[in-house]
């Protein structure tokens, strides 16, 4: 790509990226605040992202913040969408496009939620989707495999966080921002690998109820020993990750 050409992708490219960085940080911050309710008893459940918004649908001012997200959500996708598009490694390029997937998804759960459509549960998705798999031939070691995969996203954001690597598509340093980074990827590994975990255990034990989502993983968490401390630092984690979304998306190099 020219250089011409590249200053054309980077002035459209950009306002795609950082709208969809800062949607992505108002999830995260809407899951951590549900969350640490629920750990400090005042009310609530653990829930995924869409249930987070889901829980925005009752007011005037929830629904803006919807129609907001929605547009945010789109945007991310779509910038994903571009930078497999523009990526010559095989590797990145899926990466890339599992990442648009999920923002396609949640931009979708985002519009039903504003039509007035109710939204299944992550938890109820993991059961409904592990039950189907464990019937296919060799359903078990898939449901295993998908487990394993969960597992090593959240090693490869516990790495992320203590390397700091985060900061490597950094334009400019921020130590409020490398901090939130570090404790937000640390809580997302511990999600990722309680999901993993519990895929896992489903496949060895035959009983998709045993998988569980985003909104499961935090409830295993409640009901844990010393549940709420558990669960109200990786709510705060979760939070932390919102944080960092938002320097990222000031930040982040978003042409790389």
């Not at 070691?141 to 394993?148: K, Q, S, T, W």
């Not at 937000?184 to 034990?205: D, E, N, S, T």
Request: hydrophobic content about 50%; aromatic content about 10%; proline content about 1%.
């Amino acid at each position: 790509m020219g250089i011409t050409a590249h200053k054309a992708a980077a002035d459209w490219e950009e306002p795609l990226a950082r709208t969809g960085l800062c949607a992505k940080g108002v999830s995260y911050a809407l899951v951590g605040a549900l969350a640490i309710g629920v750990a400090a008893g005042v009310g609530g459940k653990s829930t995924s992202r869409s249930g987070a918004l889901q829980s925005l649908a009752g007011s005037t001012y929830g629904k803006i913040v919807l129609v907001l997200l929605f547009a945010g959500f789109g945007a991310y996708a779509l910038w994903r969408l571009v930078q497999a598009w523009q990526d010559d490694e095989w590797g990145k390029r899926l990466g890339h496009l599992g990442r648009a997937a999920i923002y396609i998804g949640l931009t979708y759960s985002t519009a039903r939620i504003l039509a007035g459509a109710g939204q299944q549960s992550q938890n109820a998705k993991a059961h409904q989707a592990t039950a189907v798999v464990l019937q296919w031939p060799g359903g078990r070691e898939l449901v295993i495999a998908a487990g394993l995969v969960a597992i090593g996203a959240g090693l490869w954001n516990l790495y992320r966080g203590i390397s700091k690597k985060f900061e490597d598509k950094w334009r400019d340093h921020s130590s409020i921002g490398s901090v939130a980074g570090v404790v937000g990827h640390v809580a997302r590994f511990v999600v990722f690998a309680l999901i993993g975990v519990f895929a896992i255990k489903a496949a060895a034990q035959y009983d998709p109820k045993e998988a569980v989502g985003l909104d499961g993983a935090l409830q295993k968490l409640a009901h844990a020993s010393y549940g709420g401390a558990l669960l109200g630092l990786t709510a705060a984690g979760l939070l932390a990750y919102a944080v960092f979304c938002f320097f990222d998306a000031r930040y982040r190099d978003v042409t790389r």
